[in-house]
């Protein structure tokens, strides 16, 4: 093995050696690959978080936040939501290539023979709690799918099984979004309707009443596409990363999407534009201006935070949010005067406007992210907070499946079983307490 390609550990301690392969990925960081350490040394490595483990090769998703940098399967996430729908963007994910009108053609015909939900799957939302939270409800109806559709248990290395496992989830999560939203307001189901868009389905399904028309705005349709563009994968991020380690066992595909769902629904995770949201209306309802609440985000002695502002993984900017800028500013032009938010709007775009101009926040990249405008675009078109978490789900349920069908197909994948730094009691010996 080349010198140059290898890195040398000295264990200090017995004076061995053991070279290690630097593992070089067509773009972004070298990975030390450190599987001979325990068995060659006899040492674990110690990386809480996983801030430094690269946990799975995958050929999905390439982000470098230090440049700002997001693509999906090599396209840049700029050209893709300029060029793409979510649909064509799923079969991009999914199969590797972005398909030809044919195939495109195809894939959404077998997408609409698969949006509708088996009729006793209703008795399940009527299980639940009437105020229950529809992330909740998600979790529990998309892990019942397993139960109707437990053909999959045992065929986790079929292709064709996988395939129409993803497909079913592509279909079916537009709907149970949707009943979710319908079952807390106590509105009847409203059934897919497969002559419409993705989208365009989604908001009929959320929205419709069955006593009138309702068609949703072009407007709303195009910024919700976009949003799920955007959301549709974001590399080895918690939730993608519990649904690779649930699959790992050989889980039914259903039960470990339902996983990923459950992860995403922690407020650190996939709960940050409603928490913008929840910060504007404190602005809002409070007798201080914006400019307090931005003092105050820089005044080092106070733990008050803007949200949505900064990305953890990109030190720069964040692509997503210079694409759906524009689309928040194009809809809250467009709404009618006297719209019961536009104070909160007028609030949101006032913060914007001067953390953008000031140098402190752009000295530190601290620049509104997709959190801030998507949570914003996501309450313009009526949908409420606790719905926003069940839209990301939605978004990105083809990121974690794609990353699935990955990793069912890397003969190096192996039942996820990470080690721990134990710090308990040493050997105790229980003779000593039969006298006390």
Not at 62 to 73: A, C, H, K, M
Not at 268 to 287: C, P, R, T, Y
Not at 377 to 396: D, K
Request: hydrophobic content about 40%.
């Amino acid at each position: 093995m080349d010198k140059k390609d290898t890195i040398t550990v000295i264990d200090n301690s017995t004076g061995k050696e053991l070279e290690l392969p630097i593992l070089r990925p067509t773009e972004g960081i070298p990975t030390i690959d450190v599987r001979a350490l325990y068995r060659e040394l006899g040492y674990f490595t110690y990386d809480p978080g996983f801030l430094a483990t690269a946990s799975c090769r995958s050929s999905i998703t390439f982000l470098d936040g230090e440049n700002g940098i997001l693509r999906y399967r090599g396209y840049p996430i700029e050209q893709l939501a300029e060029k793409s729908t979510f649909l064509e963007v799923c079969y991009l994910l999914y199969y590797g290539e972005l398909p030809n009108k044919e195939q495109q053609e195809a894939f959404n015909e077998d997408i609409r023979t698969h949006t509708l939900l088996h009729e006793a799957i209703k008795r399940f939302f009527s299980g639940f709690r009437r105020d229950a939270h529809p992330m909740g409800i998600m979790v529990g109806v998309v892990g019942a799918l397993s139960s109707f559709f437990h053909d999959h248990e045992n065929n986790v290395h079929d292709a064709s099984m996988r395939q129409q496992a993803a497909h079913r989830l592509i279909a079916k999560m537009p709907t149970i979004a949707a009943w979710c939203y319908r079952y807390a307001h106590g509105l009847p189901f409203m059934y897919p309707q497969n002559d419409l868009g993705y989208a365009e389905n989604f908001l009929h399904m959320m929205f419709a009443l069955p006593t009138e028309d309702y068609t949703p705005p072009p407007l709303f349709v195009k910024a919700l596409d976009l949003i799920m563009i955007l959301h549709a994968d974001h590399e080895q991020n918690a939730s993608t990363s519990t649904v690779r380690l649930t699959g790992s066992s050989e889980a039914n595909p259903f039960a470990a999407v339902s996983a990923g769902i459950a992860s995403l629904w922690g407020p650190a995770h996939g709960g940050a534009n409603e928490a913008v949201i929840k910060m504007l209306l404190d602005i809002v309802h409070s007798d201080n201006d914006v400019q307090y609440y931005v003092d105050r985000a820089k005044d080092k002695t106070d733990r008050f935070r803007l949200m949505g502002f900064g990305h953890r993984i990109y030190k720069n900017f964040d692509p997503r949010a210079v694409i759906i800028r524009k689309s928040c500013h194009d809809i809250l032009e467009q709404l009618e005067p006297g719209n019961p938010y536009q104070e909160l709007f007028d609030t949101a775009m006032e913060l914007e406007k001067i953390a953008l101009e000031d140098d402190y926040f752009k000295s530190r990249n601290l620049y509104p992210n997709v959190d801030y405008y998507s949570g914003i675009i996501l309450l313009a078109m009526g949908i409420p907070l606790n719905m926003f978490t069940v839209i990301f789900a939605l978004s990105r349920t083809i990121g974690w499946i794609s990353h699935w069908n990955e990793m069912m197909q890397d003969p190096e994948s192996r039942i996820g079983r990470p080690r721990q730094l134990y710090s308990g009691e040493e050997l105790r010996n229980y003779a000593k307490l039969e006298n006390r």
